[in-house]
């Protein structure tokens, strides 16, 4: 379509029926990522970090937009470096002529999210200490635990610099 726009995130690699399409340059691809410590505790089935940007890297070569939604991001002890480590990695595989975006997504939690995942993985590590974040009201009529306006603001910081250095022509569109 003249006007039409397609915006998909993926965590998987089987695009190579994608490749050929002819797409214009309307339809973007979304590669979901995060470091390699968190997609190897909480993302079970999924391919990890290297093979991910891997296939960002083709479906860039294609010509399709790239963009990139890192979430969940946990900011616990170490996250700078780790976060870091994962920019740095993205940067040795895609092209250094792409300009992708970037959403940016800190880790969150109602209480009934903290419940079902307990009742589903009892002994899951994923953080979710109530007293370790503070509680936001919801414009649906619940709240959820989120990082501290501290945490959030250097994390902002620390996230935009990121980008800005090793994708100087990315773009963040929104860090929550």
Same mark, same amino acid.
């Given at each position: 379509?003249?006007?039409?726009?397609?915006?998909?995130?993926?965590?998987?690699?089987?695009?190579?029926?994608?490749?050929?399409?002819?797409?214009?340059?309307?339809?973007?691809?979304?590669?979901?990522?995060?470091?390699?410590?968190?997609?190897?505790?909480?993302?079970?089935?999924?391919?990890?970090?290297?093979?991910?940007?891997?296939?960002?890297?083709?479906?860039?070569?294609?010509?399709?937009?790239?963009?990139?939604?890192?979430?969940?991001?946990?900011?616990?002890?170490?996250?700078?470096?780790?976060?870091?480590?994962?920019?740095?990695?993205?940067?040795?595989?895609?092209?250094?002529?792409?300009?992708?975006?970037?959403?940016?997504?800190?880790?969150?939690?109602?209480?009934?999210?903290?419940?079902?995942?307990?009742?589903?993985?009892?002994?899951?590590?994923?953080?979710?200490?109530?007293?370790?974040?503070? !509680?936001?009201?919801?414009?649906?009529? !619940?709240?959820?635990?989120?990082?501290?306006?501290?945490?959030?603001?250097?994390?902002?910081?620390?996230?935009?610099?990121?980008?800005?250095? !090793?994708?100087?022509?990315?773009?963040?569109? !929104?860090?929550?």
């Amino acid at each position: 379509q003249e006007f039409g726009r397609f915006r998909f995130v993926t965590k998987f690699t089987c695009v190579e029926p994608l490749l050929g399409l002819e797409h214009g340059g309307k339809t973007e691809f979304r590669f979901s990522v995060n470091t390699s410590e968190a997609i190897k505790l909480f993302e079970h089935g999924t391919p990890p970090l290297n093979a991910r940007l891997q296939t960002a890297a083709l479906v860039s070569a294609a010509g399709y937009p790239l963009g990139f939604l890192v979430a969940p991001i946990f900011l616990s002890p170490g996250w700078q470096e780790e976060y870091t480590t994962l920019f740095r990695e993205m940067a040795s595989i895609l092209p250094t002529t792409i300009s992708p975006t970037f959403e940016l997504i800190s880790h969150r939690f109602t209480a009934r999210a903290k419940t079902n995942i307990a009742s589903v993985f009892p002994a899951s590590s994923l953080p979710m200490e109530e007293a370790d974040r503070r !509680y936001k009201y919801g414009q649906f009529g !619940y709240g959820k635990y989120v990082y501290p306006l501290e945490d959030m603001k250097a994390a902002t910081s620390y996230f935009t610099t990121l980008v800005e250095q !090793y994708f100087p022509t990315g773009k963040v569109l !929104y860090f929550v």
